[in-house]
């Protein structure tokens, strides 16, 4: 399971089951116009504390995205949880979640493959619940740099079907001539049933806009069956 924010969660699929997401996802940067991707992201629960992912692109040339977008174009990774909340208690879901993601189409020629290594912990009260972490991004390439990213997130049950929820997530600079950034942004998801869910959300950089993104849009039809 993932909230279609900057920010990831503990959760998993079901052990056995399927979770799918048909995204589309953009990102407005300073002088540029909004770009505009589309994809498939298909995760995996291989068992109780293990989900499997992996993510497709559904347009050929989908660009560098962003940091307000949530979906690599290509990419894949395994999320292990490996420590259990407590219901009646303050103990949090723990979990890891290492990643690669692969540049893809003409305009990422030469980009790098960069691997995320993130830790993120999550913790639920009543009708609220809260998630968040850091991981470190490897970033390889002439005046790249390694760099950390971070974030955390609130979301509250306002029905039976419908979640919100605020966030702030950032990165340290990923470039020599580059300088660190924070956005904030909304997110929401409602649930029609069981197999079919709608998840957005919508970001705008707060530090650093102008070299990051001014604004940001996650939208993607959930199946979960």
């Not at 924070?182 to 998801?189: C, E, I, L, P, Y």
């Amino acid at each position: 399971d993932r909230d279609v924010t900057g920010v990831q969660t503990c959760a998993l699929p079901i052990s056995g089951h399927w979770e799918t997401y048909l995204y589309s996802q953009g990102t407005s940067v300073a002088g540029q116009s909004l770009r505009a991707q589309a994809g498939i992201e298909i995760n995996y629960g291989a068992d109780v504390n293990t989900q499997l992912s992996v993510s497709l692109p559904l347009n050929p040339n989908p660009g560098a995205g962003g940091m307000g977008v949530v979906w690599a174009p290509l990419g894949g990774g395994v999320k292990y949880r490996f420590l259990q909340e407590d219901a009646d208690g303050w103990r949090p879901q723990v979990g890891l979640f290492p990643q690669v993601f692969i540049p893809v189409g003409p305009l990422n020629h030469g980009a790098s493959v960069t691997e995320l290594l993130p830790i993120w912990v999550q913790k639920s009260l009543g009708l609220w619940t809260t998630f968040g972490g850091a991981g470190y991004t490897f970033n390889p390439g002439t005046a790249n740099r390694n760099y950390v990213i971070y974030g955390w997130a609130l979301q509250r049950l306002i029905a039976g079907k419908l979640s919100a929820g605020a966030e702030v997530f950032g990165q340290t600079r990923d470039r020599d001539d580059d300088r660190a950034a924070t956005a904030v942004g909304f997110a929401a998801q409602y649930d029609f049933n069981r197999l079919w869910h709608i998840v957005g959300s919508v970001n705008t950089g707060v530090v650093a806009a102008s070299q990051s993104d001014q604004f940001a849009y996650n939208i993607a039809l959930k199946w979960t069956p």
